[in-house]
């Protein structure tokens, strides 16, 4: 089969040591597939490509019209039967997504409620060679179990042509249907050797199991981050700044006229809302600190909100970079997540740093954000499942406030302007640029300017080489200023060693050599 990997695909880091398969576990109507969304859409972002398989989707391609909860009573055969066989089904996709297409994790999304299926599951990453991580969400909340249905079942295109009440009657029906032959992973006895995280009463407690890797230790630790209260994310730029009227980049510049007048806007809008408990998030940056000022509301800065930093780049404008820097500037246009200014940032470096306002964000309620360009395209990007090669186009203008709901399977976006003019700081995606190999990932921030990063000879072939090539450099002290050391002692002599300029910052660096003392 022809392979279908992606260039972004290609050039991603792979961040696990081997393929995984994640396998939600659980009745129906416990936010399996909510958290199986959640978790892909987060993975996916900090650059793991994770897809979702979700088992009703192909059941409902197999059996187009549904009937009855009796489907998924455990003594129909011939239903149990095209389960089965879609569940196989989706295990192939599975297999081809994660050897063919790139893919590095698969959520399996199903109830998965048996030790027969479960083991199956097992065999099947065994004979692969994929690592399973199981999550199972526990919930016995009636009023939890009632809104998802409400919210979410009811509405599926099982129930299109139903009415709620006979909806949710058939559904619950479903839930015991399945409850009857429930076996719970036992992390005591059966399951004790499996990696998994049983999720308790949407979050209220956890119960962690086996944890064998750092992608697993990262689930765990954004699954135990999320909540599902209702709450709103408002996200801004900061007002227009000195910076932005005259078209450079970064900097540290003060709020223009207009700028300032945003930040009036944004306190009569914030103080209309009469939002209870707001936050207020700033960067280090005087721009969006003095955004925030003209709120008369406590904020926290945050470092990891600065913007993106041009590097070489920062306080010039794009015809300067064009001029000065005219590979640079085409490097960047081939591939804008990527590229690293020289001595600067890529946007995969900025989804990095902003990981961890990402924790804290799905961690609180009503929060506002007045960030930077870069910045807020990033965190959009989060909220929106917007791809890496669209996250660096993103249109995040000035003097407009982004209200972010959560919803069911998504966010809801709400844009408000502020009615307050501001010059244009988008740039579009060229049309003329043509994508190539993926050659330009900068591992050093110290990669030469307009070059590919080079293949690196090693400094030291061997010690005789060394010790020839610094025989002309004064020691510090030498041989016979050793003092006479014990047998088994040992004693330190220093070079300084001119070193490349391009390589540290100090023209020399101190080697330390130890020779050991012999006794005559």
């Not at 599975?94 to 994790?105: A, D, F, P, R, S």
């Not at 005259?246 to 207009?258: E, P, T, W, Y």
Request: net charge neutral; proline share 5%; aromatic share 10%.
């Amino acid at each position: 089969m022809k392979s279908m990997v992606s260039f972004h695909t290609a050039c991603s880091p792979n961040l696990t040591n081997s393929p995984t398969v994640i396998v939600m576990v659980g009745l129906p109507a416990r936010g399996k597939t909510y958290i199986s969304k959640k978790l892909t859409r987060y993975l996916n972002w900090i650059g793991v490509p994770t897809k979702v398989f979700n088992v009703g989707e192909y059941r409902r391609e197999a059996v187009r019209h549904y009937s009855s909860y009796d489907f998924f009573n455990p003594d129909n055969q011939d239903a149990m039967r095209i389960r089965q066989q879609c569940a196989l089904a989706a295990l192939r996709d599975v297999k081809i997504y994660l050897t063919e297409e790139g893919g590095q994790i698969a959520v399996f999304d199903a109830t998965n409620t048996t030790r027969d299926r479960r083991d199956l599951i097992l065999n099947f990453g065994s004979e692969n060679g994929f690592k399973v991580f199981f999550i199972e969400s526990v919930c016995e909340d009636p009023n939890v179990v009632a809104t998802n249905i409400m919210e979410v079942k009811v509405s599926c295109p099982d129930y299109k042509d139903c009415n709620r009440t006979d909806a949710v009657e058939d559904f619950m029906k479903r839930i015991e249907c399945y409850r009857a032959s429930y076996q719970p992973l036992d992390p005591d006895r059966y399951d004790r050797e499996l990696s998994f995280i049983k999720v308790i009463d949407v979050g209220r407690r956890f119960l962690v199991n086996r944890i064998k890797d750092h992608i697993q230790s990262k689930i765990v630790y954004y699954l135990m981050n999320i909540h599902v209260q209702p709450r709103t994310i408002y996200l801004c730029r900061h007002g227009e700044s000195e910076h932005n009227l005259k078209g450079r980049l970064g900097g540290d510049s003060s709020l223009s006229v207009k700028g300032k007048k945003f930040g009036a806007a944004l306190a009569n809008y914030v103080e209309e809302q009469n939002l209870k408990n707001l936050r207020v998030w700033t960067s280090q940056m005087r721009r969006t600190i003095q955004t925030a000022e003209a709120l008369g509301l406590p904020y926290e800065q945050w470092k990891a909100l600065n913007e993106i930093d041009a590097g070489v780049c920062e306080e010039m404008t794009y015809d300067e970079i064009k001029e000065r820097y005219p590979e640079e500037f085409a490097l960047r246009d081939q591939d804008k997540y990527y590229y690293r200014y020289p001595t600067g940032e890529s946007y995969q470096d900025l989804v990095q740093r902003l990981e961890p306002v990402i924790m804290e964000l799905e961690r609180q309620e009503n929060v506002l954000v007045v960030c930077h360009q870069a910045v807020m395209r990033c965190l959009l990007a989060y909220f929106l499942d917007i791809s890496a090669e669209e996250m660096p186009y993103l249109k995040c203008p000035l003097h407009t406030i982004l209200k972010l709901t959560p919803v069911a399977y998504g966010c809801k976006v709400e844009s408000i302007y502020m009615n307050i003019e501001a010059v244009n700081t988008h740039r579009d995606r060229p049309d003329d640029v043509k994508k190539g190999p993926c050659s330009l990932i900068r591992r050093n921030s110290v990669t030469p300017l307009a070059s590919p990063e080079p293949t690196k000879k090693p400094r030291i072939n061997s010690i005789d080489e060394h010790m020839a090539s610094t025989s002309a450099v004064l020691p510090l002290c030498v041989a016979s200023d050793i003092p006479t050391s014990l047998p088994g002692q040992v004693s330190s002599c220093f070079y300084l060693l001119p070193v490349t300029p391009l390589t540290f910052n100090k023209r020399f660096l101190i080697v330390a050599i130890n020779l050991k003392a012999s006794s005559k």
